[in-house]
């Protein structure tokens, strides 16, 4: 077992409340846990924290810094009869049963806003890497094959002009939709709902299947929920054009992989950018690996020194907040809060 911290109760006086953090974060966020009475340890193990470490260690936490890959679920939910508050380090949260938490008084945080311009330009650079084949001009350069200059040498997909079809335009929709203004893009979006602002890109609002028809590129921002579990499925790809790029950052389960790996194996759309995967981490076997027309990175999404600081300062504000008492700021279920 690979755990660290543990300030103990400290002289006999009231318990510290115990928090136990799946991972390292960057030291400067640490310090109100430090300065703090609190009782604190985490995971410095490699990969993933194990199942059991998470069982074990929330069965006496009274919080929790967890990251988009520890499923809080109902069966931890029960292991844990002091926890208060789980604070996620990611905006996403598909990894909390939500409707569990709330039955049980327990606070659920997440992390929005301060990885919103990184994660665009990730997205952004992914897209420019597939279209322009980044991955198969550096492929080429190391196998020695290079030979001669020619016209339609490695030739891609252009942008400028090209209309970019953007599934969920919420905040990091809308700062992709910024930078694909800049390369001379047309933007239409499709959703739930159309979306205030939205005219500020001049963006379309389409039916998803209208906007799958029609794009040239198609970037994916919506959440993982059961409405958008394999919304990108083998129907949808198919209404794709042959040209079309497609771009995931949101997480791997809103397309189905193993439809795309056909797909993109057959040729039936242009490429991929691809940050996220149904399996996370993903296996160096796996199929999507070996296809020439898949640029690939590991979830890095928000990974720049200063985001991922954003992100583990808001996760511990959430948390230290939630234990005091207060409404965190980032709260997703009020309800809890408010009764
Ligand atoms: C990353 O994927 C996040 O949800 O923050």
């Given at each position: 077992m690979t755990v660290s911290g543990g300030n103990g109760n400290g002289n006999g006086r009231q318990p510290k409340p115990r928090v136990f953090l799946s991972g390292i974060l960057p030291a400067p966020a640490l310090q109100p846990l430090q300065e703090g009475e609190f009782d604190c340890a985490w995971w410095e193990g490699e990969g993933n924290?194990?199942?059991?470490?998470?069982?074990?260690?929330?069965?006496g936490a009274d919080g929790l810094v967890t990251f988009l890959n520890d499923r809080v679920d109902e069966e931890l939910l029960n292991l844990a009869p002091r926890l208060k508050i789980v604070a996620n380090v990611a905006v996403g949260y598909d990894n909390f049963d939500l409707a569990a938490a709330t039955r049980r008084g327990i606070l659920l945080t997440n992390t929005p806003g301060v990885l919103t311009e990184a994660t665009a330009d990730l997205t952004f650079g992914l897209l420019l890497a597939a279209a322009r084949r980044f991955g198969e001009g550096r492929r080429l350069l190391d196998s020695g094959r290079w030979q001669a200059w020619y016209p339609l040498l490695l030739a891609g997909q252009?942008?400028?002009?090209?209309?970019?079809?953007?599934?969920?335009?919420?905040?990091?929709g809308q700062a992709v939709a910024r930078r694909a203004l800049a390369f001379g893009m047309k933007i239409a979006y499709a959703g739930r709902r159309p979306v205030a602002g939205a005219a500020r890109f001049g963006?379309?609002?389409?039916?998803?299947?209208?906007?799958?028809?029609?794009?040239?590129?198609?970037?994916?921002?919506?959440?993982?929920t059961?409405?958008?579990?394999?919304?990108?499925?083998?129907?949808e790809i198919a209404m794709m054009k042959p040209t079309a790029v497609l771009v995931n950052t949101s997480r791997g389960a809103v397309v189905d992989q193993g439809a795309l790996v056909e797909a993109l194996g057959a040729g039936r759309i242009f490429a991929a950018g691809l940050d996220v995967f149904e399996e996370e981490p993903l296996a160096p076997e796996h199929p999507l690996l070996s296809l020439p027309n898949?640029?690939?990175?590991?979830?890095?999404?928000?990974?720049?020194?200063?985001?991922?600081?954003?992100?583990?300062?808001?996760?511990?504000?959430?948390?230290?907040?939630?234990?005091?008492?207060?409404?965190?700021?980032?709260?997703?279920?009020?309800?809890v809060f408010d009764r």
């Open positions: 924290l194990p199942r059991e470490v998470l069982r074990r260690e929330a069965a252009e942008l400028n002009g090209a209309t970019l079809g953007i599934v969920g335009l919420g905040r990091i963006a379309e609002f389409r039916p998803l299947d209208e906007l799958l028809r029609t794009a040239d590129f198609v970037s994916l921002h919506c959440p993982l059961p409405q958008t579990f394999h919304l990108i499925g083998r129907k898949v640029v690939c990175t590991p979830h890095l999404g928000s990974a720049t020194h200063s985001t991922r600081l954003g992100m583990a300062r808001l996760a511990v504000e959430n948390l230290v907040r939630g234990l005091a008492g207060e409404r965190p700021p980032n709260l997703l279920n009020p309800e």
